[in-house]
């Protein structure tokens, strides 16, 4: 391909403009490239004249800003145009790039006056950038060591190098461009195309000759799964078993401590990963350390589904199902919306919640590259989910962009509420995770309410589907399959992109009027739909009920005596007890994994001598909670992970395969404990005061149901 002939000053312009989903000021521009607003306007008339031959408009907005208008396909052409481009002088973003992909790849001391000379700058500039990429380094632990006559050396662990490494990849090629690099543009696999030498400099730093043949290794994993992950997930993994080959090709190999090892080996994302590591193994002919396929265990951890769990409560860890709760309980009291009733808004929360804080506990950073609209486009919404963030987990650093995912969840069920009837069948390709797949169905159905989303799928399932059977195709990623057939859009969808669809959906309408209408018998489709909704409210109400009645009726406070015995002693007397009454059948079993829960974190209440335990397990009969009084204080961890003592402890318990209205009964009994009141109601209540609380609180819960 042929690249463009134009100084870096109009390329790094081009650049932003096209990697921003929103407007973008004068002022920014400048800033980035750090040149004067009166030269960023000197060159806008020179970048018009470029966008022109592409088929695209710069629109410039009062006080806005500016952006491109013109379809995805028009801008991916001038996208890979960039991309070959050859480079006379860098822009300050790409000289940095370039500096840390040579420090990175580098396990000598590189001279400055080396690169000063790779980067066509002078060694005052190059230091001057080190100074400015302190932050970056302390982000991913990193030491830059700077001494005259020895050079510059960036030290860290393996780990660190290669989560600082896989950063900068995807934060510098989008999604569609990894996907060309994949997917049918061997040119860019090839260090001789004249692409850009900054992007070629990062290429540098993975297998990319490798990279055809992990995407066939690894997609035999993703058929296996379940849950099969988002593509942006997948391809982020790719790009790490890229980027581990080539480590491993230069005798960089991770090595883990063993509190490390032992914590991936307990993630059951563990067994994905051995699988991974097989096949690679296999494909490649080499052997994988032990090491290399733990520290693969938290990317896996951390990707996001592409769709969600069908049960949005895991009573296994009924925190995060609380966390929930709590956070969409916040947001519908401030936004003044019935959110806690949309259980597609709880199962994508649940599933995005999980990897999202691990992703954050792991430093693994994942860029939200429709922040800014978002944050422009629900403004109001994303001040009350930060809001909603800060109030329900003080203690965790929840970065902007994961704030903006969260965002997308709440958003797209607000724009729900006012959905209309629909005529069209639609299927969307979403590279993305949950949150953004969710958040285009939702603003297609939203804008364009007479065409109904059937699907939300993945690329890799195109040669599984039958274009014939859809009014409209819609993806967010060009699609090998002829352009007539589908439409490209972004993901947040532009007033441009729905007029485009619109008109489209009008050329359908007319061909339909020639038809002979059906005549429908007995009820009309609204009174259908509002006979079935009815009926499914009041199933659901009754399973409320039952479950509530259930509990209430079989909850109980004992005393126990302790004598001095282990907790994993006074667990088992519990748990046989509850066996003899046939709530559960293997009470070793289920002590077991009670006390393998609270290894994984604290159960003891903060503030309280309370301990709620509670487990999901095959050899539980039927739901059950139950309370009981120590005769000997017991030392545990408390979910602050300080040691407190407890007198009191709570269990919960679930099996395995359970309805959905009975874990969120489980799920609003959890949610009671992170109130102060009800906390020191069952610190101090006695059987009458407990059971009448606790059937209060229950009747309240499914009269909000109801």
């Known amino acids: 391909m042929k690249g463009l002939d134009i100084p870096s000053r109009q390329r790094g312009i081009l650049f932003m403009l096209l990697h921003r989903e929103e407007s973008i000021t004068v002022e920014q521009i400048a800033k980035e490239l750090d040149i004067s607003p009166r030269t960023v306007h000197r060159e806008l008339k020179a970048i018009e004249t470029i966008l022109d031959s592409y088929r695209l408009k710069l629109r410039k907005k009062t006080r806005v800003g500016l952006e491109l208008e013109g379809s995805k396909e028009h801008k991916d052409k001038l996208t ?55 932050d970056w380094f302390k982000q991913y632990k990193l030491r830059l060591i700077r001494r005259r006559g020895y050079g510059i050396l960036l030290t860290g662990s393996e780990e660190a190098k290669r989560k600082a490494i896989l950063s900068l990849i995807i934060g510098h090629f989008t999604d569609a461009e990894l996907f060309m690099l994949i997917q049918g543009y061997p040119a860019l696999r090839d260090r001789q195309a004249r692409i850009s030498p900054v992007s070629n400099k990062l290429l540098d730093l993975i297998a990319r000759d490798k990279l055809e043949m992990i995407d066939s290794a690894l997609g035999e994993i993703d058929k296996e799964l379940m849950a099969p992950f988002a593509d942006t997930s ?3 993994f790719m790009v790490y078993l890229a980027l581990m080959l080539k480590r491993l090709e230069l005798g960089q190999e991770l090595s883990l401590d063993a509190t490390s090892k032992e914590a991936a080996k307990r993630a059951p994302e563990y067994n994905v990963a051995e699988k991974i590591f097989r096949h690679i193994a296999e494909t490649f ?25 069908e049960e949005w409560i895991d009573a296994e860890n009924i925190e995060l199902s ?26 994508g929360l649940v599933s995005h919640l999980e990897p999202s804080i691990y992703r954050i506990r792991e430093n693994i950073i994942v860029q939200n590259p429709y922040l800014d609209q978002i944050r422009s486009d629900y403004a109001h919404v994303y001040q009350i989910v930060e809001e909603a963030v800060h109030q329900v987990m003080p203690q965790v650093k929840v970065p902007d962009d994961e704030i903006g995912f969260l ?64 009014d409209l195709i819609i993806s967010t990623v060009k699609l090998p399959i002829d352009a007539s057939q589908y439409v490209l859009v972004s ?41 079935v909704k009815s009926l499914q409210v009041m199933e659901q109400g009754k399973a409320y009920l039952e479950e509530s009645l259930h509990l209430s009726r079989q909850f109980r406070l004992e005393y126990l005596r302790v004598n001095g015995r282990s907790l994993e002693e006074v667990l088992l007397e519990i748990c046989t007890g509850l066996s003899k009454e046939g709530v559960l059948g293997d009470a070793e079993a289920v002590t077991a994994r009670l006390l393998e829960r609270e290894k994984q974190g604290g159960l003891g209440i903060p503030g309280s001598k ?43 318990l679930s099996p395995v395969k359970v309805k959905e209205e009975k874990l969120e009964v489980l799920s609003f009994v959890s949610s009671l404990f992170v109130e102060r009141e009800p906390v020191d109601i069952f610190s101090s209540g006695n059987q009458a005061r407990l059971n009448a609380y606790l059937s209060g609180q229950l009747l309240e819960f499914c009269q909000k149901k109801l």
Do not use: W
Request: glycine letters at 4%; a neutral charge.
């Open 322 to 347: 609380t966390l929930v709760y709590e956070l969409v309980s916040y947001c519908e009291q401030k936004l003044h919306a019935d959110l806690l009733s949309d259980r597609n808004l709880m199962q």
């Open 234 to 236: 997948y391809l982020y």
């Open 285 to 309: 002919g080499v052997e994988l350390p032990e090491d290399e396929a733990c520290g693969f265990t938290p990317y896996i951890k951390s990707g996001k589904l592409r769709k969600p769990s």
């Open 80 to 134: 890979q145009a960039l991309l070959f481009t050859p480079v006379q002088e860098y822009t300050v973003p790409e000289r940095k790039v370039y500096l840390l992909s040579m420090l990175l790849e580098s396990s000598e001391p590189i001279k400055l006056f080396t690169l000063s000379n790779e980067l066509k700058v002078t060694a005052a500039t190059v230091s001057n950038d080190l100074n400015q990429l302190a």
């Open 610 to 652: 309370l301990a709620f335990f509670h487990c999901r397990h095959e050899s539980v009969y039927t739901t059950s909670f139950t309370m009981y009084d120590l005769s000997e204080e017991k030392n545990l961890i408390a979910m602050d992970q300080q040691r407190i003592g407890i007198s009191r402890l709570m269990l919960l």
């Open 491 to 531: 993901p947040l969808l532009t007033d441009g992109e729905v007029e485009m669809i619109r008109r489209l959906l009008e050329q359908k309408e007319a061909v339909r009027k020639g038809k002979k209408e059906k005549v429908r018998e007995g009820l009309s489709d609204k009174e259908m739909r509002a006979t």
């Open 407 to 470: 965002v997308m969840h709440i958003a797209a069920s607000l724009d729900n509420k006012h959905l209309l009837h629909k005529t069209f069948k639609g299927l969307v390709f979403c590279a993305s995770g949950i949150g953004t797949s969710k958040m285009l169905a939702t603003r297609i159905r939203n804008k364009i309410p007479e065409l109904q989303v059937l699907k939300n799928v993945s690329i890799f399932e195109l040669d599984q589907i039958d274009p014939g059977a859809y």
